[in-house]
């Protein structure tokens, strides 16, 4: 699932509960028929919008492997934060 169908689903959501009270649906029979028609709606704009139904939206990464990369970032940019050692300059020798 990719933030574009996290979005639609966020919205089918919303969209839901506001007609919901907008219209002061009570039972869950109607509730059910509001949300199928509301999540019917979302489906066919997000088809409209590039031609692909949320079924065919490619997986994005799994979150182990973006917290692994994620973590292997952190390590490589705390190398080059380091700051480079200088070598000690010695002292002349006293005469």
Known sequence: MDKRELAGNLF???ETEARLKSERVYGQSPAETVAF???RKVRKIMI???GK???HIPLSSDIKDVRKNL???AKEFM????P???KK???PPAE
Request: no cysteine; net charge neutral; proline share 8%.
């Open 79 to 82: 190398q080059l934060d380091k």
């Open 53 to 55: 139904p949320p079924e």
């Open 89 to 91: 300059k010695q002292l």
């Open 71 to 73: 973590k292997q970032a």
């Open 84 to 86: 480079a050692r200088q």
């Open 48 to 50: 409209d919008s590039d």
């Open 12 to 14: 089918r959501l919303t």
């Open 37 to 39: 028609e509301v999540g």
